[in-house]
């Protein structure tokens, strides 16, 4: 009992510090970063619409693997298996967690309207805690980029050490 009631206090106090976890659904082969909000014992997301975070694998009443990462590192703190809900639109839970949501949004393209865009488009998923942490994995979990065309390394312009010269110089 005691080592589950710690595992809760680690999990509520890692994910209230992170604005990032790493969520992987049981359909999704690989974890997607999410940003979210702690509210009333859960982890509370919103997204699959236009303009926002992608939801894939997640399902309601699946279950799904969160790791909550460090703010100021970014390193592993905890990861533990949670089961999805998904709250219906204009329900109490579903307005509980998009007033909390509505304030950790950045950038949002509609300001007061995004609620009701949320209501249109959009899930609002909770994924609550289930069972005890996950013990950390003794190896590296490195794995390679996916493969994308995109790239930001092109040769450097030729006048440019030049230019890097005068600025030294200059000083």
Request: aromatic content about 4%; proline content about 8%; some cysteine.
């Amino acid at each position: 009992m005691t080592s589950e009631l710690l595992d809760r206090a680690l999990i509520e106090e890692a994910a209230k510090k992170s604005g990032l976890i790493w969520v992987r659904g049981a359909e999704a082969s690989a974890a997607r970063a999410l940003w979210h909000v702690w509210h009333e014992g859960a982890l509370c997301l919103v997204g699959d619409g236009p303009g926002e975070q992608p939801l894939e694998g997640l399902v309601d009443g699946g279950t799904a693997e969160v790791t909550v990462r460090s703010k100021d590192k970014g390193g592993r703190l905890v990861t533990f298996r949670a089961t999805v809900s998904e709250a219906a639109p204009g329900s109490e839970e579903w307005e509980a967690a998009v007033a909390e949501l509505k304030g950790k949004r950045l950038n949002a393209p509609d300001g007061e309207e995004m609620p009701a865009r949320w209501a249109r488009e959009c899930r609002v998923l909770r994924l609550t805690p289930a069972g005890s942490v996950t013990p950390l994995p003794a190896g590296s979990l490195a794995q390679r980029p996916v493969p994308t065309p995109a790239t930001t390394r092109r040769p450097i312009p030729a006048g440019l050490p030049k230019l890097l010269s005068k600025r030294r110089k200059s000083r």
